[in-house]
């Protein structure tokens, strides 16, 4: 019995999970909430950001997700001419792009809105032309990325999920 292997597989399994599923519930069920819901949607998004660990905690979970796949992945090296080996490469490959693209990309842009909406929400007055027009270019930004990014933990999931089997 491997305990190491079984360990960096539970802790992939677990944080892959939660990394994906936040993912989703995040992309398809609370940001249209707090769009639909305005200031008061705005409300939860600033408790969120600056009251919890919530994005830290998905960076970490993405962060582990990506660490223990790679400490799993070299006695895979020698099946990579199997369809085994060749679904779990592609899988990983994808899993690692979303990771880059999630800690440098996305990351980015919510740091961006949220110092932005702090800025707004100090200043006397309503937000400016300007701020409302960066306001919205990187809440496209966002979505953009939010849908790259969960299409890559899709291949990455299916990939891994049906690599026994290929």
Same mark, same amino acid.
């Given at each position: 019995?491997n305990?190491?292997m =079984?360990?960096?597989?539970?802790?992939?399994?677990?944080?892959?999970?939660?990394?994906?599923?936040?993912?989703?519930?995040?992309?398809? *069920?609370?940001?249209?909430?707090i769009?639909?819901?305005?200031?008061?949607?705005? !409300?939860?998004?600033?408790?969120?950001? !600056?009251?919890?660990?919530?994005m830290?905690?998905?960076?970490?979970?993405?962060?582990?997700?990506?660490? !223990?796949? #790679?400490?799993?992945?070299?006695?895979?090296?020698?099946?990579?001419?199997?369809? *085994? &080996?060749?679904?779990?490469?592609?899988?990983?490959?994808?899993?690692?792009?979303?990771?880059?693209?999630?800690?440098?990309?996305?990351?980015?842009?919510?740091?961006?809105?949220?110092?932005?909406?702090?800025? =707004?929400?100090?200043?006397?007055?309503?937000?400016?032309?300007?701020?409302?027009?960066?306001?919205?270019?990187?809440?496209?930004?966002?979505?953009?990325?939010?849908?790259?990014?969960?299409?890559?933990?899709?291949?990455?999931? #299916? &990939?891994?999920?049906?690599a026994? *089997?290929?």
């Amino acid at each position: 019995m491997n305990t190491v292997m =079984i360990v960096l597989r539970i802790i992939h399994i677990f944080c892959g999970v939660f990394w994906i599923g936040f993912a989703i519930t995040n992309f398809f *069920y609370l940001q249209p909430a707090i769009k639909a819901t305005g200031a008061d949607g705005q !409300s939860v998004i600033r408790y969120l950001g !600056s009251k919890t660990k919530m994005m830290s905690t998905v960076y970490w979970a993405a962060t582990l997700t990506l660490i !223990s796949g #790679l400490g799993m992945f070299h006695p895979i090296v020698a099946l990579m001419n199997t369809g *085994y &080996g060749m679904a779990i490469s592609i899988g990983a490959m994808a899993g690692t792009i979303a990771w880059v693209l999630v800690i440098f990309v996305v990351r980015n842009i919510i740091n961006q809105t949220q110092k932005l909406g702090m800025t =707004i929400g100090s200043q006397e007055g309503p937000p400016s032309q300007d701020q409302l027009t960066q306001v919205e270019t990187l809440g496209l930004r966002l979505n953009l990325f939010g849908k790259v990014v969960i299409g890559f933990m899709v291949i990455s999931l #299916l &990939g891994m999920s049906v690599a026994q *089997y290929v």
